[in-house]
Structures are given as structure tokens and as C-alpha cells.
């Protein structure tokens, strides 16, 4: 019994201290606890310059996307842009026997939207990532163009990468003329629908077609067969199909997938604007094993029993699935006095008065943290925090509580669909920030975030009862880093972001120089979450011209008080 109490006590003081010291840890990220309050100890809040400025976001690896946009969307800042997707077809069934005197029923297309299920008494669905509100025409193609796996102008074996306008190695481009074989689907207006879809089966009881199951929102057309629609077209005939598929049924090009890639080189989605100031652009999930291509058909089998020949009609279902390579190509017409600002090089020593941010091939800004201002340069103000010797040895002198950036929406500038996230990281080594790894919470319903980090567009009321749009991003960590272990202090980017959490960036075809004056940085990428999102807003830079709204780094910090002097 003595030795039972004497390990419980010693197990109960270890975990005491234990919670004592995650208490420490946790308290040392709020302003005003911890050692802050304490006779020895006072709070200070202080402002650091920034310089922020713009930059074009140049072409980017935009294969291998796991959802792709598809559809026009018209940003009245910066104007137009198309989505067009491209993508291989899989057979989920090689060296196929289609059986005898074999009729084509339909070919359906089908893939899935990205949606939310309400249930209740009867499950509904909300359409995510969709972007405007009117139709489009929309035009499926056979494509003539081979995506091949490999790039063999790079080394052995290196895989083929496709940028978002449409080029592939320096000098090469995909051609239009090369997607657009046979027209086989055009709908003069298509715009998706929130509702389930019924799928039909004939009862061999009645003889009659009854829903028997439903499956999430999907686009979902017809390439051959179903009923006509006004507006909607499928040109391609039986006997295309029966050309194409069913009298390869021997060939060696339906028995494998490398053959048939060569072969039947894929789909091309083409969008066009039935206006040049509507339409919608949305994600789809190209890479679900939902989303295929289905041909259904009637075949005969001929079966013997006892002698007697015994002929029944079935049918049978030959699936291609979106496997392969599958590319998003870009295609802009935006506005030149907006696309002149951002290009403008002169004034990024300076900072821009505004930033211009636009999702897919768009802009971004570059954050400089620490900024020479005033003649007092970068390493006076980090040497505020701390002392380093001779030997590489720091010692801090102040406590970084708290640091964050606030970015406030120029609302008489920026669309009004604005972003709800934008996403920061460095650009010098193209990763996420120390703050966005530290940061856990998230929101299991929508799979957002990163609240503490990137704090989402709120709304902020001034002492006169101004309303204004900000976005505050939470730099702690990041700075604590730079203070006390010496870090770089590297170029940040600032983007906007349909989702923060899909951080991988995607690569640009050219890396773009960013900074002056000897200190160069070299951007390799942007995030997933850039690439899908279509939404901008205009931020007040450095240089705004309203003094109160300017960007800069607020940081409370923690320091010893200094005892009067008798």
C-alpha cells in the first residue's frame, strides 16, 4: 500500500507539472497572460513598416489537379476569363467481348459537381465552388491532341508537364485546332443544377424504365441517345461509336491503356460566354471514379443446354473513367488598365498603393516584412528584439506576444463577390509559414482552416461608425522565428483562396524574380488553392493614399521594466 501512494503521488506531481508546463506554453500565445502583468514585466504595442507590391501570376503546372474549373467568369475589375478542360479517357475494361449482333442504347457523361448534402426528410444539395449565377455555352469535343506521360526534351523518365495557357515545353503550345475533332455534345445554355439525379432501369416485370437509385449533382449529358432538348445537340452517330469501340473489339488498341490513349486521345470541355459580362465558372471533380464515360448497349448470348440452343438479349455497360492526364487551360481577356498597374516594376522598392490579388492565372502581392522606412533599416528594428554576437549567439530582449498583418478592402475598387480567405507563404523557399503548421482548427462541415492564422474577411466598425472589410493574418510564430533563432527574414506572398488548407503549390513554367537592388527572390509557384479560385479584391498597400488603411505589422511584445535611476 506504501508503495502504491508513493508511485501515485510521484505519477500525480510528474502529470502536475507536466499541465503546468503546457499551461506556460499555451498562455505565451494570448496577449496579456503568462509573465505579462507580473511587477517586472509591462506589455508595449508597437508598428513596423511593411513594403507590399504586385506581381502577375504567370503561367502554371495545371495538370494533375484532382477538381478542375470548367466555365467563363467576368470580373468587373479585371475582366474575362475562360476555363476550358482537357483529359484522357481509361477503359475500366480491357480486351472486351461486346458479345454478338451488339446494338448501342446511349453513351452518358457523367461528373460529379463539388456539392454539400442537407439531409433531412428528403436529402438536398448545395453546389460549392460555383462562381456566377447566368449560362454558358458549353462544347464537348473528341480531342486529336495525344497527352503523352513523359517530357522528352528533360531527363529520363521525367513526366510531361501542361501549364495553364496551354503550352508544354519552351516553344510548344496545344493547339485549338488539334482539340477540336468531332463535335460530339453542344448546349447553347448550360448551367448546373443543385438537384439530385434519378437513374433509370427497366422493370422486366412491366417493361417500362423506373428510377431505382439517385446520385449526387453531376453534370450529366447524353453524348448519344436520350431525349432532345432545345438547344442541346450530339451529333455523333451509332456508327461513329460502333466504329470507335465496339469493331476494335479485337484490336490491340482496346487492350491497354498506353494503346488506347494513343488511340482515343480524350475529351475536350470547351466554354464559351453567351455574354461577354455573364456566365459561371465551377469546380468539378474530374477525378472521381464517378465521373466516366458510359456507353450502354444490347448484345445476344447464345447459351446451350440438354443440346438446345438458347438465345436471350442483355445488356452491358463498357466504362472510361478520367484516369489519365487531365489539364485546366486559362484563357484571359482582361483589362489592360488593370494588368499595366500590376506589371508596373518601378514602384516595388517603394510598395504599390494598391493590391491587385486574382485567383487562377491572376496577381498576387509580395509582402516585405520589416521594410527599410524612415533610414531605419531591417536589421535596427530585428535588433530591437534581440542581440546577436560575434559567435551567431541570440539573446532576446523582448517577447513577440502577438504579430499580424491587417489588410483592408478597397470596396469602392474591388468586385463584390469578394474572397472569403486569402493565404499567405514564403515565396523564398515556396512552403507554408511556421503559423499555418502550428495552427489546428478547422471546421469538420466545410473542411475550412486555419482561423488563427488566416483570419477569414470581417467586417471591422471604426469610432464613428464606419463600417470596413479586413483580412488579419497572424505571424507570431514566423516572427518569433526570425527574432530568436535568426531566420531569414524571407518575401512573403499574399493570394486569394478558394480552400487555405490546399497549400502544395503548382508550378510555374518560368520562376518570376521578385525584389530590387541585389535582393532577388525567385518565385517557383502558387498555391492549389490560388489555381481554383476565380474571386479578387483590391487591398489598400503601403502607399495608400488613406493614411489609416495603409498595411503594416503590428506586434505586442513583452519586456522587463526599467527601474528609475536614483
Not at 27 to 45: A, Q, R, Y
Not at 180 to 195: D, K, V, W
Request: hydrophobic share 30%; with cysteine; proline share 4%.
Amino acid at each position: 500500500m506504501k508503495y502504491f501512494s508513493s508511485v501515485s503521488f510521484k505519477s500525480i506531481c510528474a502529470l502536475s507539472l507536466i499541465f503546468m508546463i503546457q499551461s506556460c506554453d499555451n498562455e505565451f500565445s494570448e496577449i496579456g497572460t503568462g509573465i505579462v502583468g507580473t511587477p517586472d514585466f509591462e506589455i508595449t504595442h508597437e508598428v513596423y513598416s511593411v513594403n507590399t507590391y504586385n506581381k502577375k501570376i504567370t503561367p502554371f503546372q495545371s495538370n494533375g489537379l484532382s477538381n478542375n474549373l470548367l466555365g467563363y467568369y467576368h470580373d468587373p475589375v479585371f475582366g474575362g476569363s475562360k476555363v476550358h478542360f482537357v483529359g484522357q479517357l481509361t477503359p475500366q475494361t480491357f480486351d472486351p467481348d461486346f458479345g454478338d449482333n451488339t446494338a448501342l442504347d446511349s453513351i452518358v457523361l457523367t461528373i460529379p459537381y463539388a456539392s454539400t448534402s442537407n439531409i433531412g426528410e428528403t436529402t438536398t444539395y448545395t453546389l460549392d465552388s460555383l462562381y456566377g449565377s447566368n449560362p454558358i455555352k458549353l462544347s464537348i469535343y473528341k480531342n486529336n491532341y495525344f497527352l503523352r506521360d513523359f517530357d522528352p526534351n528533360a531527363d529520363l523518365d521525367a513526366s510531361q508537364n501542361y501549364y495553364s495557357n496551354g503550352s508544354l515545353s519552351q516553344g510548344e503550345m496545344i493547339g485549338a485546332s488539334d482539340l477540336e475533332g468531332p463535335l460530339m455534345y453542344h448546349n447553347e445554355s448550360y448551367f448546373p443544377s443543385a438537384n439530385s439525379i434519378g437513374l433509370s432501369e427497366i422493370n422486366e416485370e412491366t417493361g417500362e424504365l423506373e428510377v431505382t437509385s439517385t446520385i449526387p449533382p453531376s453534370l450529366r449529358v447524353h453524348l448519344f441517345g436520350g431525349e432532345a432538348e432545345e438547344g442541346v445537340s450530339a451529333p455523333t452517330t451509332e456508327e461513329f461509336w460502333e466504329d470507335l469501340i465496339f469493331l476494335k473489339e479485337e484490336d490491340d488498341v482496346l487492350s491497354s491503356a498506353s494503346d488506347f490513349y494513343e488511340y482515343f486521345r480524350g475529351l475536350h470541355f470547351k466554354v464559351e460566354p453567351i455574354t461577354s459580362t455573364e456566365g459561371h465558372l465551377m469546380q468539378l471533380d474530374f477525378s472521381s471514379s464517378k465521373a466516366n464515360v458510359t456507353l450502354h448497349y444490347t448484345y445476344e448470348k447464345t447459351t446451350t443446354v440438354d443440346g438446345e440452343d438458347t438465345t436471350t438479349t442483355s445488356q452491358g455497360e463498357y466504362e472510361m473513367r478520367f484516369s489519365g492526364n487531365r489539364v485546366s487551360i486559362f484563357d484571359n481577356s482582361f483589362n489592360s488598365s488593370v494588368t499595366d498597374l500590376i506589371d508596373d516594376t518601378t514602384t516595388d522598392a517603394e510598395g504599390d498603393n494598391y493590391l491587385y490579388l486574382k485567383g487562377g492565372e491572376g496577381s498576387m502581392a509580395v509582402v516585405e516584412l520589416f521594410s527599410d522606412e524612415g533610414g531605419n533599416p531591417e536589421e535596427d528594428q530585428l535588433n530591437e528584439f534581440r542581440e546577436v554576437d560575434s559567435n551567431g549567439l541570440v539573446t532576446v530582449k523582448r517577447l513577440i506576444n502577438e504579430a499580424y498583418l491587417e489588410f483592408y478592402v478597397d470596396e469602392t475598387q474591388s468586385n463584390s463577390d469578394l474572397p472569403n480567405r486569402v493565404y499567405i507563404y514564403d515565396i523564398d523557399n515556396n512552403i507554408p509559414l511556421t503559423d499555418f503548421f502550428v495552427d489546428q482548427t478547422v471546421n469538420t462541415a466545410s473542411s475550412d482552416s486555419k482561423f488563427t492564422h488566416l483570419v477569414p474577411l470581417s467586417t471591422e466598425t471604426t469610432a464613428d461608425g464606419t463600417e470596413q472589410k479586413k483580412y488579419k493574418i497572424r505571424l507570431t510564430e514566423h516572427l518569433n522565428n526570425i527574432v530568436t533563432k535568426d531566420s531569414t527574414n524571407v518575401k512573403l506572398g499574399l493570394v486569394v483562396s478558394s480552400n487555405v488548407g490546399a497549400a502544395n503549390t503548382r508550378g510555374f513554367k518560368n520562376s518570376m524574380d521578385v525584389g530590387v537592388d541585389g535582393d532577388v527572390t525567385a518565385i517557383e509557384g502558387v498555391p492549389t488553392g490560388t489555381v481554383l479560385s476565380p474571386k479578387s479584391v483590391i487591398l489598400h498597400g503601403n502607399n495608400s493614399p488613406i493614411a489609416a488603411k495603409r498595411v503594416k505589422l503590428n506586434v505586442f511584445y513583452t519586456e522587463p521594466k526599467t527601474e528609475p535611476s536614483n
